[in-house]
C-alpha cells in the first residue's frame, strides 16, 4: 500500500510566520508535487520535484519555495505566510506513469 | 486561465442510475487525461486514465470516452452507488509523467 505523510492534518498560523508543510513518501518514487486546493478552482500545481535536490516552478510558485534534501521528502515553505495562502494544500508522488498518489492534506489557516 | 474546466459544480442522480460527468480541455496538446475521485479530508484517488490513442477506456463501472476534436472527456459511472458520493477531478496532461492541470472539481451526490 502506497503511503503518502503529510506534517500536520491541520494548521493555524499568523501572517507574516514563516511555515514548514512537510510531505513524507515510503514508496522510492522519483517525482513529489505540491498542490493547493481552493473551491473553485480545483488543484493547481506550485511546485515539483523530480529528484534529490531538483525543483521546478508549477503554475503558482508565488510566495513558495520548496526543498528537497532527500529522495522521501519533500518541503514546502511559506516564507511569510499571508491570509491568501489559506488554503487545502495536497502532496503528491508519481513514477512516470502518470497516476499520482496524494496524502491526505493539510488545511492551513493564516490569520 | 484554466486549460480544463469542469463546468458542472455538482450533479444528483439516483441509486442505480447513469452519472455522467463532463470535462473540457483548451489545449490541443494534452495527451493523458485522468479522473480522480476525492471523499471530504481526504486526499484526491485515482479513478481512471486514458491516453490520446484511444477513444474510451473501461474499469468495471466506470467509463471513460474522449473526444479529441471537441476537446472533451466524460466519465461514466453505472450504476451508480451511494459510495460514489464524492468530488471528482478531471485532470490532463501533455506527459504522462506528472505535470497535470486539474478541473475544478465536480461534487456528486448518489440518493438512495
Known amino acids: 500500500d502506497v503511503k503518502v505523510t503529510q506534517s500536520s492534518r491541520y494548521l493555524v498560523k499568523r501572517t507574516g510566520e514563516k511555515v514548514f508543510l512537510e510531505c513524507v513518501q515510503d514508496?522510492?518514487?522519483?517525482?513529489m508535487f505540491w498542490y493547493r486546493q481552493d473551491p473553485g478552482l480545483g488543484l493547481r500545481l506550485i511546485y515539483f520535484?523530480?529528484?534529490?535536490?531538483?525543483?521546478e516552478k508549477g503554475d503558482i510558485p508565488e510566495g513558495y519555495s520548496v526543498s528537497r534534501e532527500k529522495k522521501e521528502r519533500f518541503s514546502l515553505i511559506l516564507e511569510s505566510a499571508s491570509t491568501n495562502q489559506t488554503s487545502m494544500y495536497l502532496c503528491?508522488?508519481?513514477?512516470?506513469?502518470?497516476?499520482?498518489?496524494f496524502g491526505p492534506g493539510t488545511r492551513l489557516t493564516v490569520t | 486561465d484554466q486549460q480544463v474546466k469542469q463546468n458542472s459544480p455538482s450533479l444528483s442522480v439516483q441509486e442505480g442510475r447513469i452519472s455522467i460527468l463532463n470535462c473540457d480541455y483548451t489545449?490541443?496538446?494534452?495527451?493523458?487525461f485522468l479522473w480522480y475521485k476525492k471523499y471530504p479530508a481526504e486526499g484526491p484517488t485515482f479513478l481512471i486514465s486514458?491516453?490520446?490513442?484511444?477513444d474510451k477506456n473501461e474499469d468495471g463501472r466506470f467509463t471513460v470516452f474522449l473526444n479529441k476534436s471537441a476537446k472533451h472527456l466524460s466519465l461514466h459511472i453505472v450504476p451508480s452507488q451511494p459510495g460514489d458520493s464524492a468530488v471528482y477531478f478531471c485532470?490532463?496532461?501533455?506527459?504522462?509523467?506528472?505535470?497535470?492541470?486539474f478541473g475544478a472539481g465536480t461534487q456528486v451526490v448518489v440518493t438512495p
Open positions: 486514458i491516453s490520446s490513442i484511444k
Open positions: 485532470a490532463a496532461s501533455t506527459d504522462s509523467w506528472g505535470k497535470f492541470q
Open positions: 503528491a508522488i508519481g513514477s512516470g506513469s502518470y497516476e499520482q498518489y
Open positions: 514508496m522510492d518514487h522519483e517525482n
Open positions: 489545449n490541443s496538446m494534452f495527451d493523458y
Open positions: 520535484s523530480y529528484d534529490v535536490k531538483m525543483k
